[in-house]
């Protein structure tokens, strides 16, 4: 089992950047692969970004990709969601969802993931 908070949304202008962080409970954090999701307000939840156990591979929506960047620390436990360039359809609400896996994996939809936390609010202004 892993515990999962979210922190660093906020209010930013368009253009301007915000930095997301998961913060993960627990000694096996480097075990799950983790993701990150959005969800709009009368939108389903939707793929943000996705990185393996290692860190050595991620994988992005087109609608963020070159943009946003996923990483890891796995050893603060910590999976920052780098975000540039925001765009006022960047609002929504950011998840970050973990997957235990012994695999060396992403996951780009939600089915695969066990655990999410509870959400952070980006709000980008035009």
């Known amino acids: 089992q892993v515990q999962l908070v979210e922190s660093g949304g906020g209010l930013v202008q368009a253009g301007g950047s915000l930095r997301l962080s998961c913060a993960a409970s627990?000694?096996?954090?480097?075990?799950?692969?983790m993701g990150w999701f959005r969800q709009a307000p009368g939108k389903e939840r939707e793929f943000v970004a996705a990185i393996n156990r290692s860190g050595g591979s991620t994988y992005y929506a087109d609608s963020v990709k070159g943009r946003f960047t996923i990483s890891r620390d796995n050893v603060k436990n910590t999976v920052p969601l780098q975000m540039n360039s925001l765009k006022p359809e960047d609002t929504a609400v950011y998840y970050c969802?973990?997957?235990?896996?012994?695999?060396?994996?992403?996951?780009?939809?939600?089915?695969?993931?066990?655990?999410w936390g509870q959400g952070t609010q980006v709000t980008v202004s035009s």
């Open positions: 627990g000694r096996t954090f480097s075990s799950y692969a």
């Open positions: 969802a973990a997957k235990y896996t012994y695999l060396s994996s992403y996951y780009t939809s939600m089915k695969p993931y066990d655990y």
